[in-house]
Each structure stands twice: as structure tokens, then as C-alpha cells.
């Protein structure tokens, strides 16, 4: 994936710099526009907006449920209510009361979904720390890069899906704290 910078403004009033970048991807053309604290993505002539918590580097998604009474249907597709090309998908069932995460990624993006019964995630950015309790099918929280979390609390029928941005690379995990610590602050 290549980036090709278009404009760069400043904007005093609004406290924020605005970056155009255009991708080259299968010479089709898409338009990314980064602000800080927000993500958005111009496709078709839409704008998506996908805005971060402004502390640490997570937000949670309210996904749309569909419904009557013979159930309830949430469709998840990339770049339209997931912030990022979905290139792997797994799920966690069969808790027990152990912990487990204990991890960062330097460039792998995440969207956690509790399909059934709850959880807690602590989040932490090396200078804060959130916990936030996963629940129900239409919540998803997406967890951007450089953030340390830990699983922890699951319910006995707890099954989370987990949609990520890339595929599997060991090398890009982070999984000592000290180690995480230092490479945030560098």
C-alpha cells in the first residue's frame, strides 16, 4: 500500500491538521483523510467518520441492529462501520476465570464484539488506563495500535469475535509491559 500526500492544512480555530493522502491499491483510487483524533474515509462521495476516544486510542462502535420478530441480523463491512480492511476474523469461547490478553500490537488494528454473555477489557495506553465492559452483539470496540489490554472478567457463556486489520504476525505483538513501555515513549 502506497500513500501519496495531496494537501496538508492547519487549522488554528478547530485545533487540528488536516492530511489528504491518496491510495494506490489495484489502480483503483480511494481518498483517506486522517485528522487527529478522528478517522475519516471519502468513498463514493460519503464521508465515514470513525472518531477516537481523544485520551487513548479506542472507541466504541454502536453497530446498526436489524430486526423484527424473528430475530435480530448487525452486518459488519470494512471501511463502512469497521474503520479498516477486515483481513482476519477469530473468536474466544470456553473461558475460565484466568486473565488473558497481556499484549500490544505496533500495527495491527482490532474490533472486539461479545456475540454472547460479557467481559472487561483494560486498556491502557502507558499513561492511561480504562476498563470497558463488552456485553452486547451491536457494541463493538475497535482498539488501534500501541494499546496494551488485558481480558479479564468473562461470564461463563462469554464467546467474543475478534475482526482484525491484518493477518497473524507474531513479530508485530508486544508482550512484556516494560518492553511496551519503552517503545511508546521513544
Known amino acids: 500500500m502506497q500513500y501519496k500526500l495531496i494537501d496538508l492544512k492547519y487549522y488554528d480555530d478547530k485545533d487540528f491538521v488536516l492530511v489528504v493522502l491518496q491510495k494506490y491499491l489495484n489502480y483503483s483510487y480511494k481518498l483517506l483523510i486522517f ?3 478522528c478517522y475519516y474515509k471519502i468513498d463514493g462521495g460519503r464521508v465515514r467518520e470513525y472518531p477516537f476516544n481523544k485520551i487513548m486510542n479506542y472507541k466504541i462502535l454502536n453497530f ?5 420478530g424473528r430475530g435480530k441480523l448487525v452486518s459488519l463491512e470494512s471501511f463502512k462501520n469497521i474503520p479498516f480492511d477486515i483481513k482476519r476474523v477469530y473468536y474466544i469461547y470456553d473461558t475460565n476465570t484466568e486473565p488473558r490478553g497481556f499484549h500490544a500490537h505496533t500495527r495491527l488494528e482490532q474490533v472486539v464484539v461479545a456475540l454472547a454473555g460479557s467481559c472487561e477489557f483494560e486498556l491502557d495506553d502507558g499513561k492511561n488506563k480504562e476498563i470497558i465492559k463488552l456485553n452486547s452483539p451491536n457494541i463493538g470496540l475497535y482498539i488501534g495500535v500501541n494499546m496494551w489490554r488485558i481480558m479479564r472478567n468473562f461470564s461463563n457463556d462469554c464467546r467474543l469475535m475478534v475482526l482484525a486489520s491484518d493477518y497473524y504476525n507474531e513479530s508485530e505483538y508486544i508482550r512484556d509491559y ?7 515513549n521513544e
Not at 446498526?64 to 423484527?68: E, R, T, Y
Open 35 to 37: 485528522l487527529s483524533y
Open 178 to 184: 516494560n518492553e511496551f513501555l519503552k517503545d511508546i
Open 64 to 68: 446498526n441492529v436489524i430486526g423484527d
